[in-house]
């Protein structure tokens, strides 16, 4: 079994600063890619940060220069700094990795139970 928990989400105001994480845990041969995804009510799952692999990153041009993703390979963790924070940033953050699972060796796309993230005054 392989398990996804989300933290660091909640309630702050417009300009303010969150970091969320997400620790991957279980049975997990190697992992690829990981990012974050957000979801707004009413509106579809989008890409908000990537890591695909060999140190590269990928945004999403409305959150470019306020949100940076890292990740640390040894705890098999990946984090998502949010800053400048705005109204229409609210909504559920998911963790995403792609990762080779043991004892199958398949390879799979993984989804954290996702945080939410709320901006307002």
């Known amino acids: 079994q392989v398990q996804l928990v989300e933290s660091g989400g909640g309630l702050v105001q417009p300009g303010g600063s969150l970091r969320l994480s997400c620790v991957v845990s279980?049975?997990?041969?190697?992992?690829?890619?990981m990012g974050w995804y957000r979801q707004a009510a009413g509106k579809e799952r989008e890409l908000v940060a990537r890591?695909?692999?060999?140190?590269?990153?990928d945004y999403a041009d409305s959150v470019k220069g306020r949100f940076t993703i890292s990740r640390d390979n040894a705890k098999n963790m990946v984090y998502l700094q949010m800053n400048s924070l705005k109204p229409e940033d609210t909504a559920v953050y998911y963790c995403?990795?792609?990762?080779?699972?043991?004892?199958?060796?398949?390879?799979?796309?993984?989804w954290g139970q996702g945080t939410l993230v709320a901006v307002s005054s």
């Open positions: 890591m695909p692999g060999g140190g590269s990153t």
């Open positions: 279980g049975s997990i041969f190697s992992i690829n890619g």
């Open positions: 995403n990795v792609r990762a080779v699972v043991v004892p199958t060796y398949r390879y799979l796309e993984l």
